[in-house]
């Protein structure tokens, strides 16, 4: 198996939607377009939670892998977000957006475990069950250390050496945790492409990692490229120039009172960019008022972020 190569950005692009409320495949299709534009960007991972994934039809999901498919046109693998809950819900819906054209999948914690916890072994068949029924190479996805479904070292190194498995999304936001686990499982497979997805404190992962897998790449993928670039040329005076450039934007989408709300922030700037015309979300998300919008336009001003001066025309 050729492994997808993730050394790099990974964006987890937002779904745009018509304002009635429907996917909007053309300006899908023109987001995709313009992030892969960019050298750089290694792969686009749909239908997790900044994509609303979860609050799409099956038949959505599977014709918005099509759209980014088409888009992208072999530049980039697509990884789809598998959240099915049950094994064997999760295998078949990897199937299915295998035969849809995605390569990757991200594989999401049963969502039962955040509240109640996993049994021992559970985790690693649900990644089997994922690879041998669909053949998506899979991204182990580390949850943060508050919830339930945050899985133990021993957890994390058995899905890390199973078949199938080419990376691991780390974000663990506790750094004791960080350092102590991550070189481990470096050592148990050497392959394994190491990704940060702390959106809202990138900079003390930046110099351990192979790439990034976040949210974040939707609204400011120029500067976490060259942020990435920093970190593996062990440039800490240049990472923590564009850390401070971004923090301005970090702390209007990532530093409120609910990380959901990011989602929607995420909208609001790629409003503020110019890729998309409004920012419209699906319930349980909520519009995030005037204010809120007016603190996000700002602070892309303050950070120098403006708009895209020619968007990809989407087919």
């Known amino acids: 198996m050729q492994s997808m190569d993730m050394r790099g950005l990974s964006p987890a692009p937002v779904t745009a939607f018509t304002r009635d409320g429907d996917v909007d495949h053309k300006t899908n299709a023109k987001l995709a377009k313009w992030l892969v534009s960019m050298e750089g960007v290694k792969s686009l991972v ?23 498919v088409e888009a992208v046109d072999g530049a980039v693998p697509i990884i789809a977000g598998i959240t099915g809950e049950g094994t064997k819900v999760a295998a078949e819906e990897a199937r299915k957006c295998k035969a849809a054209g995605a390569t990757g ?23 089997k069950a994922i690879w041998q029924e669909s053949g998506l190479q899979c991204i182990l996805f580390q949850y943060p250390d508050a919830t339930k479904a945050s899985y133990d070292l021993d957890t994390q190194l058995a899905i890390a050496t199973q078949e199938g498995v080419v990376a691991t999304k780390n974000g663990v936001r506790n750094m004791k945790r960080w350092y102590v686990e991550i070189p481990e499982l470096k050592r148990a497979n050497p392959k394994l492409q190491v990704l940060s997805c702390h959106d809202e404190w990138l900079l003390p992962t930046m110099f351990d990692v192979d ?26 005076p240049e990472a923590r120039k564009i850390f401070e450039r971004l923090l301005p934007v970090t702390r209007a989408v990532y530093h409120r009172g609910s990380h959901m709300e990011g989602t929607v922030a995420l909208k609001l700037g790629l409003v503020h960019r110019g890729i998309l015309d409004h920012a419209t979300i699906r319930e349980p998300l909520k519009s995030l008022g005037e204010k809120a919008e007016a603190e996000i336009f700002a602070a892309f001003d303050a950070a120098g972020i403006g708009r895209v001066d020619q968007l990809l025309a989407a087919e």
Not at 46 to 68: K, M, P, S
Not at 105 to 127: C, S, T
Not at 211 to 233: F, Q, R, W
Request: proline share 4%.
């Open 105 to 127: 999948a991200l594989v999401y914690p049963n969502h039962g475990w955040l509240r109640f916890g996993f049994q021992k072994g559970a985790p690693q068949d649900r990644y």
């Open 211 to 236: 790439g990034l897998l976040v949210g974040y790449g939707n609204i400011a993928p120029e500067l976490l490229i060259d942020l990435i670039k920093a970190g593996k040329a062990q440039d800490y």
């Open 46 to 68: 749909i239908l997790g939670h900044a994509g609303e994934g979860t609050f799409l039809t099956e038949e959505e999901r599977l014709a918005l892998i099509h759209t980014y």
